[in-house]
């Protein structure tokens, strides 16, 4: 699976962003997709996930609330829906992709699927 994470920008502080992570390859319905997120000089952390079917959605406690996951395995594309951004929401923003079938899968080295980053800049 080959992913690619667009439509990152810069917003204003309660301001809203979407996500979408485009992927390739026949085995995207078949893994659960999530979010990470690493700002200048601090560790890449979890944001939130989605199951395989989209049935089963789990979330940063910082961002519940606030964002929402979604997929649709027909077009082979996740989404994040980013809502009330604060200025500590901005990061690099990564999607990813897990097919070891554990859920919630929050820790980064557990995803064998990576895409290229976009950023997320929120003004105060």
């Known amino acids: 699976v080959q992913l690619q994470a667009s439509g990152g920008g810069l917003v204003q502080a309660g301001g809203s962003l979407r996500l979408s992570c485009a992927a390739s390859?026949?085995?995207?319905?078949?893994?659960?997709v999530g979010w990470f997120r690493q700002a200048p000089g601090k560790e890449r952390e979890f944001v939130a996930v989605?199951?395989?079917?989209?049935?089963?959605?789990y979330y940063e406690d910082s961002v519940k609330g606030r964002f929402t996951i979604s997929r649709d395995n027909a077009k082979n594309i996740m989404y994040l829906q980013m809502n009330s951004l604060k200025p500590e929401d901005t990061a690099v923003y990564y999607c990813a992709g897990n097919s070891r079938g554990f859920f919630p899968q929050i820790k980064s080295d557990r995803y064998d699927y990576w895409g290229q980053g976009t950023q997320v800049t929120v003004s105060s």
């Open positions: 989605i199951s395989w079917s989209g049935d089963r959605t």
């Open positions: 390859g026949p085995t995207f319905s078949a893994v659960a």
